[in-house]
């Protein structure tokens, strides 16, 4: 049925291919194939990791693996700037892109020449407590993105221009992506919660900080950290595991033709 759907010139193509090309094009087609069944089950375990795993309050919450919910707040006497717009934030990541000149061999395409992620801590609080954040290689679903164009490397930090965002897409040379967590977002994570029972001998300048922490699982296993409410986001995951699904079938169907046809035909 799908070779039904191919013109007869593509078949052709195909037939036409040099060993070299088509094994090229059979390789990147089957590496896509691989890349969607991995992401269907990845995206499908994100949905029921976040769907199963009971909300602890921060006070009675079990050492271990946990999920929180609550909203952030700043260190006592701590402003984290990101790093293009110098929006405070509890966490941002960034990144300058330049676009490759399509003349002198260049392709057009974006290179990232610059990028960046904040690893500061802050807290998530709820009703019973507060519990400091570890962001340090943790998968996080921001509040805020914002992305625009400019003629320089060096972006002088200010707010990203709100003229929509294709400005000057066509004739810029630099593109600049920045993505945040602002103060007081509701705060859905996942990770590894442990407990300090040594705060008591800590020096009196460090009593403020929490004895709470929740950071990246030892064992490998998710750490999640979404300023984009559960559902909504078990909603998303799952989303994204129906068009991986779509990927895999059409991929598969591709390298599929391409493998009869060349074949076929010769």
């Given at each position: 049925?799908?070779?039904a759907?191919?013109?007869?010139?593509?078949n052709?193509?195909?037939?036409?291919?040099?060993?070299?090309?088509f094994?090229?094009?059979?390789?990147?087609?089957?590496?896509?194939?691989?890349?969607?069944?991995?992401?269907?089950?990845?995206?499908?375990?994100?949905?029921?990791?976040?769907?199963?795993?009971?909300?602890?309050?921060?006070?009675?919450?079990?050492?271990?693996?946990v999920?929180?919910?609550?909203?952030?707040?700043?260190l006592?006497g701590?402003?984290?700037?990101?790093?293009?717009?110098?929006?405070?934030?509890?966490?941002?990541?960034?990144?300058?892109?330049?676009?490759?000149?399509?003349?002198?061999?260049?392709?057009?395409?974006w290179?990232?020449?610059?990028?960046?992620?904040?690893?500061?801590?802050?807290?998530?609080?709820?009703?019973?407590?507060?519990?400091?954040?570890?962001?340090?290689?943790?998968?996080?679903?921001?509040?805020?993105?914002?992305?625009?164009?400019?003629?320089?490397?060096q972006?002088?930090?200010?707010?990203?221009?709100?003229?929509?965002?294709?400005?000057?897409?066509?004739?810029?040379?630099?593109?600049?992506?920045?993505?945040?967590?602002?103060?007081?977002?509701?705060?859905?994570?996942?990770?590894?919660?442990?407990?300090?029972?040594?705060?008591?001998?800590l020096?009196?300048?460090?009593?403020?900080?929490?004895?709470?922490?929740?950071?990246?699982?030892?064992?490998?296993?998710?750490?999640?950290?979404?300023?984009?409410?559960?559902?909504?986001?078990?909603?998303r995951?799952?989303?994204?595991?129906?068009?991986?699904?779509?990927?895999?079938?059409?991929?598969?169907?591709?390298?599929?033709?391409?493998?009869?046809?060349?074949?076929?035909?010769r």
């Amino acid at each position: 049925m799908f070779e039904a759907l191919i013109p007869a010139e593509w078949n052709s193509g195909v037939a036409a291919m040099d060993p070299l090309q088509f094994w090229m094009v059979t390789a990147l087609t089957m590496a896509i194939v691989g890349v969607c069944f991995y992401l269907i089950f990845r995206f499908l375990y994100r949905a029921r990791l976040i769907n199963d795993t009971p909300t602890s309050r921060i006070r009675s919450a079990a050492q271990g693996y946990v999920e929180l919910e609550g909203h952030g707040e700043q260190l006592p006497g701590e402003v984290v700037l990101a790093a293009l717009t110098g929006t405070p934030c509890l966490w941002f990541s960034y990144k300058v892109e330049e676009r490759e000149p399509e003349t002198s061999g260049g392709s057009g395409q974006w290179r990232v020449i610059c990028k960046g992620t904040s690893t500061r801590h802050f807290f998530l609080v709820d009703e019973t407590g507060e519990c400091l954040i570890d962001p340090a290689r943790a998968e996080v679903i921001p509040s805020e993105s914002d992305e625009w164009y400019g003629d320089s490397e060096q972006w002088v930090q200010g707010p990203a221009p709100r003229h929509g965002r294709a400005q000057n897409f066509a004739t810029s040379r630099y593109r600049y992506t920045e993505q945040r967590i602002h103060p007081a977002a509701r705060l859905h994570a996942i990770g590894w919660f442990t407990t300090d029972t040594r705060t008591g001998e800590l020096p009196h300048a460090e009593q403020r900080l929490p004895h709470h922490l929740l950071s990246k699982p030892s064992d490998g296993r998710a750490f999640l950290l979404s300023a984009v409410p559960q559902q909504l986001l078990a909603r998303r995951y799952r989303r994204y595991a129906w068009v991986s699904l779509f990927g895999f079938l059409l991929s598969g169907a591709v390298a599929g033709w391409l493998w009869s046809i060349h074949f076929t035909l010769r």
